[in-house]
């Protein structure tokens, strides 16, 4: 197995992860295996203070979980740490682990993908070429990490409503706008800009570090028992006929490809929905 997760540390108190798993850095489970070694060395480790994750391919961040493997082996998979699911397990220790998580966003950020990014502590973007979203509805399925509760919390019910009901794309200057990411970065300027952060916060005391975050999470972040309800109901709307019908068709159509419904997916789900209501088709 090819490692997906490049480590370095350009400093003490700094690590960088870099994603690689082409052709677009879909998550399946080696993505989640890797994600959660890499959180134990965070938890345990005593000199790291701030993890930036950033992405090998300009065009992916996190494109979205992999949609082809099947659904009862993802169900499947032993329990993490936390008693959850091993996604699940992924997204709530990150967010409590006792160092700073930045995700430096280039390219797409969808489903899974937008789940992991809200589950770091910070989220800087490419103005230009960030995409984030919440693709699953728009096929049929509920998001399975619970990112209604976090888009709810950043940017209030009417956006989360907006953003996941409506399973569109949103570049990286409107999720700034919305909350949904820290700040927009001109792209020319992100890596210098994460960079010059992560280095200030380095250079702070990691004690002092980890209890301010502490503090802010207790008043922030929510229970852990929101999360497998959320997961059941994916689960559940996958297995349906009219969501498997609907993503054998995007499959066919180019996902999970370097294709245009890959690149512009908010646009081609809605498509395909239009072209269903056009034939009088409709979900079972």
């Not at 245009?260 to 789900?269: A, I, S």
Request: hydrophobic share 45%; aromatic share 6%; glycine share 8%.
């Amino acid at each position: 197995m090819q490692n997906q997760i490049e480590v370095s540390s350009p400093i003490p108190g700094i690590w960088r992860a870099k994603f690689s798993n082409p052709p677009i850095n879909l998550i399946d489970l080696d993505t989640i295996s890797e994600l959660s070694h890499l959180i134990a060395k965070l938890e345990s480790d005593s000199d790291v203070k701030v993890i930036i994750f950033e992405s090998g391919d300009p065009d992916f961040f996190l494109a979205h979980y992999d949609v082809l493997i099947d659904k009862a082996r993802t169900a499947d998979m032993g329990r993490g740490p936390t008693g959850m699911h091993p996604w699940l397990d992924v997204l709530v220790r990150l967010a409590r682990a006792p160092v700073v998580s930045v995700a430096s966003i280039r390219g797409r950020a969808r489903g899974a993908g937008s789940e992991f990014v809200l589950a770091c502590d910070i989220r800087f973007a490419s103005a230009e070429k960030a995409i984030l979203g919440q693709f699953e509805v728009g096929v049929g399925a509920v998001p399975g990490g619970n990112p209604m509760v976090k888009l709810a919390a950043l940017m209030g019910r009417g956006r989360a409503i907006e953003v996941v009901l409506g399973a569109d794309d949103f570049p990286g200057a409107l999720a700034d706008r919305y909350g949904y990411v820290n700040r927009a970065v001109p792209d020319a300027e992100l890596d210098a800009f994460v960079d010059r952060f992560a280095r200030r916060i380095a250079s702070f005391d990691k004690e002092a570090l980890v209890e301010a975050k502490r503090l802010i999470d207790a008043a922030s972040l929510p229970e852990d028992a929101v999360f497998p309800p959320a997961l059941d109901q994916f689960f559940i709307s996958a297995m349906r006929p009219g969501t498997k019908a609907t993503i054998a068709r995007l499959v066919e159509a180019g996902l999970q490809r370097r294709s245009d419904v890959e690149l512009n997916l908010g646009q081609q789900v809605a498509l395909d929905a239009q072209r269903r209501a056009s034939n009088g088709g409709s979900r079972s």
